[in-house]
């Protein structure tokens, strides 16, 4: 299947095949492996991209239930279609669109918040490219949907253990629009049937 | 969000459900109740076991949903939830009747592609009359109807093409000529409900030959080419067309 999601002018588009054959080489004997390829808007994909695939790749392993599937691929194609700033966190929903849009089991849903640190002190939840470039520090978060856990977080920039805290509470207050906006999309999908 | 801390599975009914949604059942259900109770009355015993379908895996105290759709219930026999999800990768499943596709003959298995992460195997003696001088007639490349005897994540999937009797019922090599294509999952299982409206209205139009398959993959043929391609297109179309739609769509095609 294939999603894409914009906040703003952030567009990205997904796609996921699987449960697959999955080459000898790279099957596991008790789970799926799961591969994220994320694929830069021009250029070739290069360190940035694959330190971000990891990142995609550790987060959909912890909500995926592999053990359902194993010896098989899970394959994640993620292209940037336009870059307006908070891309990581657009990976991140478009991910979790397509995972649920290809009825992988899941064991919660998950979204992705970025927040920007301003030399000031205030917080902007989804900074623009240039908001992102002005800040002290670029915080994203993926937030679970039980309870609100944080599946990952990282970080660019320095910033101290309280601004830290402060961003992650109002990432996981953000989190709540975003899981309304999947509740939605799945019911309209659903109300057409 | 709605169901975080857990709904009663009977008032989401019918309603979308998304992973990660934890659903409570009624107590009764729960058959390791806490502390000792003796049952002395037969008022409060637990009416049989709750099956847990497709979707939903038990946790604790209830289900947790772990596919996004319609949750549906079944009172009959203890009861069942399961979810009614929209998916086009096929996972196999034990009893299923699928469609599959000869790709290889090893020896005394065939290797049929099934749409699932690995292919089935399918032994020579698995159809009806068949025994070490009588083989059937198989090539690469051919469609067969049969259904999972065994199918679990851990092993390879094994088809064969005669139920528990010995007889075929319908199952084997499905002939010449004909459509195959591939459609969803949830499109399978609407044709397939009893007294569908689709496959009336269809057999009001051309007389035709109709295979499913569990696995998405439908087969059509009709008496000429242009009636089966007519088919194919009405049946894809079908997923995202409403009732009156199609109605008019079938309307204009009778009418010509």
């Known amino acids: 299947t294939v999603t894409s999601l914009s906040p703003g002018d952030t567009s990205v588009m997904a796609g996921l095949y699987g449960p697959a054959e999955a080459k000898v080489s790279k099957e596991l004997p008790d789970r799926a492996a799961l591969e994220v390829l994320l694929r830069p808007k021009v250029g070739l994909p290069g360190v940035l991209e694959r330190s971000r695939e990891q990142l995609l790749r550790q987060t959909c392993e912890a909500v995926v239930l592999g053990v359902l599937h194993p010896r098989t691929a899970i394959s994640l194609v993620l292209q940037v279609l336009s870059d307006a700033g908070s891309l990581l966190s657009c990976c991140l929903n478009a991910a979790c669109m397509a995972l649920l849009d290809a009825g992988l089991p899941l064991a919660t849903l998950f979204c992705g918040v970025t927040c920007a640190l301003q030399p000031d002190g205030t917080i902007l939840l989804d900074p623009s490219s240039r908001q992102e470039q002005e800040a002290r520090a670029i915080l994203t978060f993926a937030i679970a949907s039980s309870e609100r856990k944080v599946l990952m977080a990282t970080t660019k920039g320095s910033c101290s253990v309280e601004e830290m805290q402060q961003c992650l509470a109002a990432a996981q207050r953000a989190a709540d629009t975003i899981f309304q906006f999947y509740r939605d999309s799945v019911r309209r999908r659903y109300s057409k049937s | ?256």
Request: charged share 20%; aromatic share 6%.
């Open chain 2, 1 to 256: 969000m709605a169901a975080e801390h857990g709904t009663a599975a009977e008032a989401l009914v019918g309603q979308v459900v998304l992973p990660g949604d934890l659903l409570l059942l009624p107590a009764h259900y729960d058959e390791d109740a806490e502390g000792e109770r003796l049952r002395l009355s037969a008022g409060a015993a637990p009416q049989g076991r709750l099956l847990c379908g497709p979707g939903l895996r038990r946790s604790g105290a209830g289900l947790l949903v772990t596919k996004c759709g319609l949750l549906r219930h079944r009172p009959a026999g203890g009861g069942a939830y399961w979810v009614d999800s929209q998916q086009k990768r096929y996972v196999p499943v034990k009893g299923d009747h699928v469609i599959g596709i000869v790709t290889a003959k090893a020896g005394d298995v065939f290797r049929l592609d099934v749409g699932g992460s690995e292919p089935a195997s399918l032994s020579y003696l698995a159809f009806e009359g068949a025994t070490k001088r009588n083989r059937p007639n198989v090539q690469v490349g051919d469609l067969i109807y049969g259904q999972f005897v065994v199918a679990n994540k851990d092993m390879e999937p094994e088809m064969v093409c005669i139920d528990s009797s010995g007889k075929s019922s319908g199952m084997g090599i499905i002939g010449q000529d004909g459509f195959l294509f591939k459609v969803s999952l949830g499109l399978i299982r609407k044709l397939l409900a009893p007294k569908c409206e689709i496959i009336q209205e269809l057999s009001q139009l051309y007389p035709f030959e109709l295979v499913l398959g569990m696995n998405g993959r439908i087969w059509v043929k009709a008496k000429t080419v242009q009636q089966t391609l007519i088919i194919v297109n009405i049946l894809e179309a079908c997923e995202y067309m409403t009732a009156e739609q199609r109605k008019q769509a079938l309307a204009k095609l009778s009418g010509n």
